[in-house]
């Protein structure tokens, strides 16, 4: 049963399928021959469910690699169009792994022109996310974005997806942007694609370690986000643990905390990520906006018009660089409010909404708390007054 190097285009002859697993059986080793023996009593009752459930793990067994191709090229596609779509593209996809390179876009080509896009949009999906990774490995970036566009085309219409599609699209999205160094949609794109899986199980201890670095960097980099709380919460960051590279989980809380005393302290670490060395300036003034973030969030309403003096405090500015924070600030719409360049003062009304640590979580507690014991101070200097006109 040798593998063929590619899948014909024209239509598959009508298979003699007693004399394939026949075959298959006098050529495979012994520990393969159940499956085949299953194979036949299922497909002879047309137990079609039960028959892919039976491939998968056909194929998910060690011994079976060099059948592959073979078995799905012959004996599946001869029923395919009985069988669940997403769960013959899975099939596919997975098969795919064992074709050789060069031929791995001609079946996956193939397949797709074999699948119903308007009855299985799932299938359509993951099989475009599987072309799209399979021609970001030979660096056909174009063909990768159209591929990546068309799928979520597709994907936007659903309500409802299966996880193991969404995390296909995630996956080869966020490879895509990675590979364009466009960290903010990598960053987007990455996390999507972590929500899809179990990190803990579908990826390894090195995937997890590659993951967690690479948003790290994303996060630093990309010039749109200024609020980590979703990934410092997500555990992918416990990888870097133990680490040479655990000193960038510091810097990310460092960067959510707006705290340039750490952030200084962390730099000499720089020269290790060349990227981020190359890049300081736009570092060092994003930590300044993360601080003028931070200052802002832990005032009360009441306490939200600060001095140029008191920013350039916080954020360890010179005075005379203060007015074009603030406006970056505001470019950015990180905040929302005034500028007083008369009496030097900043008049903010409204803050980014941001995924919030345990610790600014425990901050807003104290000041509802405060808020509330005001509340209950106002109730009882009014009650007698209401009482006394009632």
């Keep these: 049963m040798a593998a063929p ?36 009593s299922l497909h002879s009752r047309k137990l079609w469910h039960q028959l892919t459930n039976k491939l998968f793990e056909f194929f998910d067994h060690p011994l079976s690699k060099p059948y ?40 996956l080509t193939d397949l797709l022109e074999r699948v119903n896009t308007e009855k299985s949009p799932e299938a359509h999906v993951l099989l475009l ?33 299966d996880p193991s599609v969404n995390a296909a699209y995630y996956g080869v999205a966020a490879d895509y942007y990675k590979s364009k160094a466009e960290y903010a949609p990598y960053y987007k794109n990455s996390l999507l694609y972590l929500a899809c899986i179990d990190p803990a199980k579908d990826l390894t201890a090195e995937e997890r370690l590659l993951r967690a670095h690479d948003l790290g960097i994303a996060a ?21 643990d133990g680490t040479p590279h655990e000193w960038i989980k510091k810097l990310l809380f460092t960067f959510n905390e707006g705290n340039i005393g750490k952030f200084e302290a962390l730099s000499p670490l720089f020269p290790k990520e060349p990227i981020l060395q190359e890049n300081y300036p736009f570092l060092r003034q994003k930590i300044c906006l993360m601080a003028l973030i931070e ?72 000041r509802l708390a405060a808020w509330n014991s005001k509340l209950h101070q106002v109730e009882e200097r009014i009650a007698p007054e209401v009482l006394v006109n009632s």
Excluded: C
Aim: hydrophobic residues 45%; charged residues 25%; negative net charge.
């Design 220 to 240: 630093f980099l990309g010039d749109t986000i200024y609020n980590f709380g979703e990934l410092l919460m997500h555990p992918i960051l416990d990888a870097l």
């Design 295 to 366: 200052s802002v969030f832990k005032r009360g309403a009441y306490d939200r018009t600060m001095s140029f003096q008191t920013i350039a405090e916080e954020t360890h500015l010179p005075l005379d660089e203060v007015e074009h924070l603030v406006m970056k600030a505001l470019s950015l719409k990180l905040i929302k409010g005034s500028l007083d360049q008369v009496d030097q003062k900043a008049q903010i009304t409204w803050v980014q909404p941001r995924v919030l640590s345990r610790e600014q979580i425990g901050q807003l507690a104290q």
């Design 129 to 161: 996310s599987s072309l799209a990774h399979a021609k970001l490995l030979y660096g056909d970036h174009e063909g990768t974005k159209n591929d990546i566009d068309a799928a979520w085309k597709v994907l936007d219409e659903l309500s409802s997806v």
């Design 5 to 40: 190097m590619a899948v014909d285009k024209a239509k598959a002859p009508k298979l003699d399928v007693d004399e394939f697993l026949t075959l298959a059986i006098s050529e495979t080793p012994q520990e393969l021959h159940p499956f085949f023996e299953s194979f036949r």
């Design 68 to 107: 592959r191709v073979d078995v799905f090229n012959k004996f599946v596609r001869d029923f395919e169009s009985r069988l669940n779509q997403l769960r013959l593209v899975e099939m596919g996809v997975k098969v795919s792994k064992e074709i050789d390179s060069e031929f791995t876009l001609q079946f």
